[in-house]
């Protein structure tokens, strides 16, 4: 990257970077868990007013040190495992996390997701060309609500041997029971560097470290074998300053305050940085996520996260649209070409629609659609002497035939020009003919038929071990009744 290629100089950078620690030193955290405060308190912080903890900026450069700078996501199919380390590359990309709606793509009408949709859903992102890893698309109200990332795990693992991101948790026990059966499905435990599962862990804006949730950041990593994802959701103007270069220092110090707490739990453990950063708008005051905003600030946050050697999973498919419509389109198109210049090593959003709230299959195809034309519109084109081949290029003009038929035409033709997924590229008789009245009818049609494929399925053996660590964790739990986990996932797979 160079200056000219980002609104974000490397001085505003390290503006930022000295923001965020000055915040941490002076304001500091506020902390709900005293098992968190215990650690921090040891490590050297300072107890100040209002169960806050100020965090020195030695403390911090000691925990980002202590950060491994590479570590692999394993996944059942060791070929799709996720290197990830800060440096620009590729990017891996991976869809909305915990929509609550199924949305119709043509009214917005909405109702709640089962894990039926969850099912079909998977099934789709698993047999999408430009998606590397999948998480829960949607929280299924048709399973009882503590084991619904056990039951949401249990379909993404039945469904796809691509890397799966771990379900949102809130307690520490659904932590410790992911972790169970993503051993059991990659088979990796963290040694070696490869790890079964990365979980998330939400720090609340302004800059306080809830109690339930750092408990169970903790206990986890104490446990070893999982990575952890510093999830801050701060909103410019109302949970964090209203000017970007502001909120994003302050989301800053939100991921390095988490950064702090792990490695203080267990020094060592991988870290990647989430920055979830939203704008208002200044009209009414409500969240957006499709305003360009989001792709400026992921661009900042993909440099900052690179400053501390951090790999960073910033958003870019996102849109504020109800429906599909041109505001979907554009809103889309800016977002992850934006997302993308840095080069994070995670790209989020495959599937967002309605600011997060919804997702539908029609928006998981057409965004493999857009990232096929994005990923292509930010590839080097070839410049060499074979693509710069004078002799060829003197004879399609001397010999009168034009270029189609020669044989560099051939070499170069399939890779220099982007093959659509989606997008119709015929003529006008033959659109009318078809029928369709646009965009939504192909991503319907084209949804119906990867929703329709086989399964990946699981061996019996593992499918058995995951439906039992789901029964292990109702018993535990004191929940009678739960929904036979193999017999659910039977009716939901059809």
Same mark, same amino acid.
């Given at each position: 990257m160079t200056e000219l290629a980002t609104p974000w100089p490397s001085d505003a950078i390290e503006a930022m970077h000295g923001a965020a620690l000055a915040l941490l030193e002076r304001a500091g955290v506020r902390v709900e868990s005293e098992a968190a405060r215990e650690l921090l308190l040891t490590a050297g912080c300072t107890g100040v007013d209002g169960g806050r903890v100020a965090i020195p900026a030695q403390v911090v450069e000691e925990a980002l040190a202590a950060c491994p700078r590479s570590f692999v996501l394993a996944a059942r199919d060791p070929e799709r495992a996720l290197v990830i380390d800060p440096d620009p590359g590729v990017t891996y990309v991976h869809n909305l996390g915990g929509a609550r709606d199924v949305s119709d793509p043509r009214t917005g009408a909405g109702r709640r997701a089962t894990l039926h949709d969850q099912v079909l859903a998977t099934r789709i %992102? #698993?047999? @999408? *060309?430009?998606?590397?890893?999948?998480?829960?698309? !949607?929280?299924?109200?048709?399973? $009882?609500?503590? @084991?619904? +990332?056990?039951?949401s795990y249990l379909v993404l693992a039945h469904e796809t041997d691509k890397a799966i991101g771990g379900p949102g948790i809130s307690h520490p026990f659904q932590a410790r029971y992911l972790q169970e059966m993503a051993e059991a499905v990659t088979g990796a435990d963290g040694s070696g560097g490869a790890y079964p599962v990365d979980l998330a862990f939400s720090p609340v804006s302004p800059l306080i470290l809830g109690g339930d949730v750092s408990d169970a950041l903790v206990e986890q990593v104490r446990r070893g074998g999982a990575a952890v994802e510093i999830l801050p959701c701060p909103a410019a103007a109302t949970t964090a300053p209203a000017a970007l270069s502001a909120a994003l220092a302050q989301q800053h110090a939100e991921v390095l305050s988490g950064v702090v707490l792990t490695q203080l739990a267990a020094p060592g453990t991988p870290v990647y940085y989430g920055p979830r950063l939203s704008a208002v708008d200044p009209r009414s005051g409500v969240v957006v996520s499709g305003t360009p905003e989001t792709g400026v600030t992921s661009i900042a946050a993909v440099l900052l996260a690179r400053r501390c050697g951090l790999a960073c999973d910033c958003y870019g498919l996102c849109s504020d649209s109800k429906v599909v419509d041109t505001q979907f389109g554009y809103e889309r198109a800016v977002n992850a070409l934006l997302g993308l210049v840095a080069r994070p090593r995670l790209l989020s959003g495959v599937g967002e629609i309605q600011a997060?709230?919804?997702?539908? +299959?029609?928006?998981? *195809?057409?965004?493999?659609?857009?990232?096929?034309?994005? =990923?292509?519109?930010?590839?080097? =084109? $070839? !410049?060499?002497?074979?693509?710069?081949?004078?002799?060829? %290029?003197?004879?399609?003009?001397?010999?009168? =035939?034009?270029?189609?038929?020669?044989? #560099?035409t051939r070499r170069f033709i399939r890779g220099e020009f982007v093959s659509p997924l989606l997008s119709y590229r015929g003529g006008l008789g033959d659109w009318v003919a078809g029928g369709r009245s646009g965009l939504v009818d192909f991503a319907t049609e084209r949804a119906a038929e990867l929703s329709s494929r086989d399964p990946v399925g699981l061996p019996d053996d593992i499918l058995r071990e995951l439906a039992a660590i789901i029964d292990r964790c109702a018993a535990g739990l004191g929940i009678a009744g739960h929904p036979d986990p193999r017999r659910l996932l039977d009716r939901a797979a059809w």
């Open positions: %992102m #698993h047999n @999408l *060309v430009n998606q590397e890893q999948i998480t829960s698309l !949607w929280q299924p109200e048709d399973v $009882p609500d503590p @084991l619904e +990332p056990l039951y997060g709230v919804a997702s539908c +299959p029609e928006v998981l *195809v057409i965004d493999d659609e857009v990232l096929n034309n994005v =990923r292509y519109a930010l590839s080097p =084109r $070839p !410049w060499d002497a074979d693509a710069l081949d004078v002799e060829a %290029m003197v004879d399609g003009v001397l010999s009168g =035939r034009g270029f189609l038929g020669t044989k #560099h």
